[in-house]
């Protein structure tokens, strides 16, 4: 749950200082796009219940550009892998 402090400015320091800030942060960033609120995204294609558009929202700060998208691919790839149960990854 770490926050880009280059995308999601005025963060910074508390996002470097506080877990739950990062998490709170994080989720609200996610929640924000999911239920319809970001509309300044809309030029972009954007629209609300989109919940792979609001993850790479949440890293890239864009909506399914370049590196929203690699996010996104990446993510899928951990889920789909579940890399988390494999002992050291």
């Given at each position: 749950m770490q926050i880009k402090r280059t995308i999601?400015?005025?963060?910074?320091?508390?996002?470097?200082?506080?877990?739950?800030?990062?998490?709170?942060?994080?989720?609200?960033?996610?929640?924000?796009?999911?239920?319809?609120?970001?509309?300044?995204?809309?030029?972009?294609?954007?629209?609300?219940?989109?919940?792979?558009?609001?993850?790479?929202?949440?890293?890239?700060?864009?909506?399914?550009?370049?590196?929203?998208?690699?996010?996104?691919?990446?993510?899928?790839?951990?889920?789909?892998?579940?890399?988390?149960?494999?002992?050291?990854?």
């Open positions: 999601w400015r005025g963060s910074y320091p508390l996002s470097r200082r506080s877990t739950a800030f990062n998490v709170d942060l994080s989720a609200a960033i996610v929640r924000q796009a999911y239920d319809g609120r970001a509309d300044w995204l809309r030029r972009h294609g954007y629209r609300a219940g989109d919940i792979w558009g609001s993850v790479g929202y949440y890293y890239s700060g864009g909506w399914y550009d370049a590196g929203a998208r690699r996010y996104i691919a990446t993510v899928r790839r951990h889920l789909a892998e579940r890399t988390w149960t494999r002992l050291g990854s």
